[in-house]
C-alpha cells in the first residue's frame, strides 16, 4: 500500500504491480546502500584498533568523497520527507536502516524500500496533532530510545535512525562500532549515550561538518527535541548549497 501510494515519488521505488504478498519493482542492479557505507566489518572491537583509530591520521572507513557523502544524505532525507508529508497522511517508516535504501542503476541515486513496518498515524481532531502509536518494543542496533523502551512512538523514530544511517555515511562505522553485542548496544541508547563522532570530522571538510552537526541533532534522546524530517531536509538543502559555492 505504501509504496503503491507513493510510487510517483523520485526517492522511493517504483512498483509495477502486486499479487498477495509479492511485488513487482524496478531493479536496482547494485543493491542496497549498506555495503558502499560500510564496506567493511564496521566494527573497532579491540583495544588496539580503537587506539590507531584516535591517533593515526583521520581516514573514513569507506571511500565516498564527502561532497557524495551531503547528496546521498540528503535523498535518504528525502525519502523520509515523501513518507512524514504524506498529503493522506503522515507515515512512518519504523525500519529505517542502510539496507533500506537502494542503489539505483546511475550509482549515484538512493531509493526507499521494505515498508513491511510502516505506521499510518492518525490525526486527533481535538488536540490538533498525530495520535502517538505502540509498537511492542523494539529489536536490532539501528532503533531510537523510545523504541527501545517500548514508549509510545511518533515519526521521529525514523528521525533518530536516519542519524545512524548519516553517521555510517560519514564515517564508514557503525555507531558504536566498539560494541557487537545488540542488548548492551540497546542499553547504551537507552542510557542516553550518543555515539561517539572522531571532532577531526569538522575540520576535515565542509560537507563532512554539516554531517556532524545533523548526526548530533538527529540523536537527540528526547524525540521533541530532534528537528523534524523537514527541518532534516531543509538543513542538507543549504549545506549543499553553500558547499557547492564554496568549490
Known amino acids: 500500500m505504501v509504496a503503491d501510494r507513493l510510487t510517483s515519488s523520485p526517492r522511493i521505488y517504483d512498483i509495477y504491480g502486486f499479487c498477495g504478498m509479492?511485488?513487482?519493482?524496478?531493479?536496482?542492479?547494485?543493491?542496497?546502500?549498506?555495503?558502499?557505507?560500510?564496506?567493511?566489518?564496521?566494527?573497532?572491537l579491540t583495544t588496539k584498533e580503537q587506539i590507531e583509530q584516535q591517533e593515526n591520521?583521520?581516514?573514513?572507513?569507506?571511500?565516498?568523497?564527502?561532497?557524495?557523502?551531503?547528496?546521498?544524505?540528503?535523498?535518504?532525507?528525502?525519502?523520509?520527507?515523501?513518507?512524514h508529508g504524506d498529503p493522506n497522511g503522515a507515515i512512518v517508516h519504523q525500519d529505517v536502516q542502510l539496507s533500506q535504501?537502494?542503489?539505483s542503476s546511475?550509482?549515484?541515486?538512493?531509493?526507499?524500500?521494505?515498508?513491511?513496518?510502516?505506521?499510518?498515524?492518525?490525526?486527533?481532531?481535538?488536540?490538533?496533532?498525530?495520535?502517538?502509536?505502540g509498537e511492542g518494543g523494539g529489536n536490532g542496533n539501528w532503533r531510537s530510545p523510545e523504541e527501545y523502551l517500548n514508549n509510545n512512538l511518533d515519526e521521529k523514530?525514523?528521525?533518530?535512525?536516519?542519524?545512524?544511517?548519516l553517521y555510517s555515511i560519514l564515517t564508514g562505522l557503525w555507531v558504536f562500532y566498539d560494541e557487537d553485542n545488540d542488548t548492551k548496544m540497546q542499553q547504551r541508547v537507552m542510557d542516553g549515550e550518543k555515539a561517539y563522532i572522531d571532532p577531526r570530522y569538522k575540520e576535515r571538510s565542509l560537507?563532512?561538518?554539516?554531517?556532524?552537526?545533523?548526526?548530533?541533532?538527529c540523536h537527540e534522546f528526547a524525540p521533541e527535541k530532534?528537528?523534524?524530517?523537514?527541518?532534516?531536509?531543509e538543513f542538507l538543502r543549504?549545506?549543499?548549497?553553500?558547499?557547492?559555492?564554496?568549490?
Do not use: H
Open 106 to 133: 546511475d550509482g549515484k541515486t538512493v531509493k526507499l524500500n521494505d515498508f513491511n513496518r510502516a505506521e499510518f498515524m492518525l490525526w486527533d481532531d481535538n488536540k490538533g496533532t498525530y495520535c502517538k502509536y
Open 101 to 103: 535504501y537502494l542503489l
Open 22 to 44: 509479492a511485488i513487482m519493482s524496478e531493479y536496482f542492479p547494485y543493491g542496497d546502500y549498506e555495503d558502499v557505507a560500510v564496506p567493511g566489518t564496521g566494527y573497532l
Open 226 to 233: 530532534r528537528p523534524s524530517i523537514f527541518e532534516v531536509v
Open 207 to 217: 560537507a563532512e561538518s554539516k554531517l556532524v552537526y545533523i548526526i548530533d541533532q
Open 157 to 165: 523514530v525514523d528521525v533518530f535512525s536516519l542519524g545512524n544511517n
Open 238 to 247: 543549504e549545506a549543499m548549497k553553500e558547499v557547492n559555492d564554496d568549490i
Open 57 to 83: 591520521e583521520l581516514t573514513p572507513y569507506n571511500d565516498i568523497e564527502s561532497i557524495d557523502k551531503l547528496r546521498i544524505s540528503l535523498q535518504m532525507a528525502e525519502a523520509l520527507a515523501d513518507l
